[in-house]
C-alpha cells in the first residue's frame, strides 16, 4: 500500500510538470488533456485519477509551487504579530521559495508558466486565480511591513503597501531572472545578497 501511494504521488507529480510543459508551448485552450498524458507517459484515465477537469489541474500545479511560501508568510505574520520580527525573518521565507526552484526542476516550470500568464488573459479563471495570488501576496507581505515600521525596523515615510509593492517586484524581477537565463542563472546565495540590499535600503 505505501508503495502504490508512493507510485500515485510520482505520477501527479509527472502529470504536473507535462502539464506545466505542454501548457507552455501550446497555450492552456490549445492543450488537451491527452496532450498532457502523451508527454506525461500516461493514460487519460490517470490524469482524470488525479484530477477532475483542467482547471483542477492548473489549480494544482499552481498549489504544489505556491503552498508551502504561503504558509511560510502565513506562519511569518503570527510570529511577527506577537512582537518577535526582524527583517531576517522575511528574508528566509523568500530565500526558501528561491531554493525550491533552483533545486526542482518541476517548480521551475511551473513558475515559468505563472510568469508567462501572470500578463495573459487567455482564461478568466487562470487571470483570476493569479490576481488573487497577487493580492494575498502583497497583504501578506504589507502586513509584515507594517509590523516592522511599528517595531521601528523600517523607514515609516511610505505606506507599507508601496513597499510591499516595491518588495514584490523585486522578487519577481528576481525569479524572472533566473528562469530565462542559461543554467545556472541565479544561486540561492545570489538571491540572498539582492535581498539584503533591497532591506538594508528600508531600514529605519
Known amino acids: ?44 484515465g490517470a490524469i ?33 504579530g506577537g512582537g518577535d520580527i526582524s527583517l531576517e525573518m522575511l528574508k528566509k521565507v523568500i530565500v526558501d521559495a528561491f531554493t525550491r526552484v533552483y533545486n526542482t526542476p518541476a517548480a521551475a516550470q511551473i513558475t515559468r508558466f505563472l510568469l508567462r500568464y501572470a500578463l495573459c488573459e487567455e482564461t478568466e479563471f487562470l487571470k483570476a486565480r493569479i490576481n488573487n ?17 511599528q517595531a ?5 515615510e511610505l505606506s507599507a503597501t508601496c513597499i510591499a509593492i516595491h518588495i514584490r517586484a523585486h522578487i519577481s524581477g528576481l525569479f524572472h531572472h ?8 541565479l544561486k540561492p546565495e ?7 540590499l533591497l532591506l538594508n535600503g528600508l531600514r529605519q
Open 152 to 156: 521601528g525596523l523600517i523607514k515609516k
Open 1 to 44: 500500500m505505501r508503495r502504490s501511494k508512493a507510485d500515485a504521488e510520482i505520477t501527479r507529480c509527472r502529470i504536473l510538470e507535462a502539464a506545466a510543459d505542454q501548457f507552455a508551448k501550446q497555450g492552456i485552450n490549445r492543450t488537451r488533456l491527452s496532450d498532457v498524458a502523451s508527454a506525461a507517459g500516461v493514460t487519460r
Open 48 to 80: 482524470y485519477w488525479h484530477f477532475t477537469d483542467k482547471e483542477a489541474l492548473i489549480t494544482a500545479m499552481i498549489d504544489s509551487v505556491s503552498a508551502p511560501t504561503e504558509a511560510a508568510m502565513a506562519n511569518l505574520n503570527n510570529v511577527a
Open 190 to 196: 545570489d538571491v540572498a545578497a539582492s535581498m539584503d
Open 133 to 149: 495570488d497577487r493580492n494575498i501576496a502583497l497583504d501578506r507581505i504589507s502586513h509584515f511591513i507594517g509590523n516592522a515600521q
Open 178 to 185: 533566473h528562469l530565462s537565463t542559461p543554467a545556472p542563472g
